[in-house]
């Protein structure tokens, strides 16, 4: 059975930062890409950001990229997305996905809120 629990989420002020990690199980990790996504309320979800299997490329929403970052340890099947200089804009449920054939696995989610 394929498990992503993501971790990490809260309450943050603007300018703060957080860490959010997502861990898998259940499938061969080292062999997907992963990616973060979010939604906000009323809003679709959307892409956040993008690393391939290996780690050695990444993409990003332009309205993250340069305040955010991800990574993984394929040797303890995680994947991470630092988040810095979080903007209010920035506040919405964070979900990672597994890129494998067919549909894919989502996790359940870690809210971020992002308010002074």
């Known amino acids: 059975q394929v498990q992503l629990v993501e971790s990490g989420g809260g309450l943050v002020q603007p300018g703060g930062s957080l860490r959010l990690s997502c861990a898998v199980s259940g499938l061969t990790f080292s062999n997907y890409a992963m990616s973060w996504h979010r939604q906000a309320p009323g809003k679709e979800r959307e892409l956040v950001a993008h690393i391939i299997n290996t780690g050695s490329k990444t993409n990003y929403a332009d309205s993250v990229k340069g305040r955010f970052a991800i990574s993984r340890d394929n040797a303890k099947d995680t994947v991470y997305l630092q988040m810095n200089n979080l903007k209010q804009e920035d506040t919405a449920v964070y979900y990672c996905?597994?890129?494998?054939?067919?549909?894919?696995?989502w996790g359940q989610g870690t809210q971020v809120t992002v308010s002074s």
């Open positions: 996905y597994a890129r494998t054939p067919g549909p894919g696995y």
